[in-house]
């Protein structure tokens, strides 16, 4: 097993991007902290406790109480990753004949609020760290450039996470902590269906090195999962 270097916090831990940032994580000799909103079922991830350095905790991203214990937990734990990365896409009711406004709120809540929330509610541990960064799973389907059709609730939660990670990147960089809204690619996982263009595997590898290698030159970037500049 290679040494332990440094800390990593992951939402959305128990399943799909999430678990497999975990096992590669554990793999390469991180320390992790993953988060889930149901620990009791997450069986998958438990699994991987053999192969490293883990310690679960619930988080359930949109409800204040559940962030206020996790908060509560970190307490003087160090942080140098964290990956914003639980996220939800919602039913296909989101389109100019058929909005849920009440989805399109619960989306905002959990794709754009929930990674501002965390990220600076976990500021104090991200001071702890040498080299602190923090990115978040966006998506091309949030890219202003893009030009499908629907899905307006997820479309506009991932854009407007583009413009807070951005937002955060330019405040916290006087205090070295690097902040990158990240596109997974299209991954085959339980949101991005099985007809998706890549694997979890190759996903989460690419993102990992993006995560060994990232600068503070490259912070408010909109980076893709091999390590390119994204149009915005
Ligand atoms: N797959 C793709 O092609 C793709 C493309 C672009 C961006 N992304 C983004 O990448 C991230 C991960 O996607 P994925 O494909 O791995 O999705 P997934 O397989 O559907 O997994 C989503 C994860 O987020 C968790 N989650 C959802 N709402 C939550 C909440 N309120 N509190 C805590 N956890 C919550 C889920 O937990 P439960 O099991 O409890 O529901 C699950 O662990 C998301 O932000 C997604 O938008 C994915």
Redesign the pocket.
Known sequence: MPTIKETAVI????????LEFVRQMLNSGYKVIAT???PDDAEELYQLAGSGSLTVLP????DPHSVDSFIKAMDEQPVDILVN?????GAPAQDIDNMEVNLWLKLLR??TIAPFELTTRLLPNLRMSDRPRVIA????MGALNSNGEGFYAYRSSKAALNKVMQTLAIQLAKEHIIVCPV?????Q????GKD?DISVDESVKGMMRLLENLSLEQSGQFLTWHGTQHTW
């Not at 988080?59 to 949109?62: A, F, K, R, S």
């Not at 990365?85 to 896409?89: D, F, I, K, R, S």
């Not at 596109?183 to 991954?187: A, C, R």
């Not at 996982?189 to 991005?192: K, L, Y």
Request: net charge negative; charged share 15%; aromatic share 2%.
């Open positions: 939402t959305g831990a128990n399943r799909g991007l999430g889930c909103r149901q988080l359930e991203v949109d990365n639980a996220g939800v896409m959990v794709n799973m966006s998506s091309q596109l997974p690619g299209w991954v996982t339980d949101m991005g998706a």
